[in-house]
């Protein structure tokens, strides 16, 4: 009987190890973006500092935000390709001036891993 506690103590530990903590979710924060009214210092406060930032030749700013959503199974061979999402949240923000002008939500895939 002991023995069997302890394997479900340590698998139990393992399991928690495994569990992967929440991140941001950029579609939901997406919907507080308001084009023509939200400002730069605003989307600093609901995001902070952009992953990338281009500016065009017309003088507009292009703020990227990244989020990695990972499969949890991954990283165990027998189930990896069966179980779970892989894919990569991406908020693109572009301003003129220093007021939004446009936003634009999306998610893409890893290429097909054979």
Not at 23 to 29: D, I, Q, V
Not at 43 to 48: V, W
Not at 84 to 99: H, N, R
Request: with cysteine; charged share 25%; aromatic share 16%.
């Amino acid at each position: 009987m002991g023995k069997r506690w302890l394997f479900l103590i340590v698998a139990g530990f393992f399991l928690i190890g495994c569990a992967t903590k929440p991140g941001p979710n950029l579609a939901s924060k997406a919907s507080l973006i308001h084009p023509k009214s939200t400002t730069k210092s605003e989307i600093l406060q609901y995001f902070g500092p952009p992953v990338q930032v281009f500016v065009t030749q017309d003088g507009k700013e292009e703020w990227y935000y990244y989020y990695r959503v990972r499969n949890f199974w991954e990283n165990l061979p027998l189930v990896r390709h069966y179980k779970g999402e892989d894919y990569t949240e991406v908020l693109k923000i572009v301003f003129q001036g220093e007021v939004v002008e446009e936003a634009h939500y999306y998610t893409v895939k890893p290429p097909h891993k054979k």
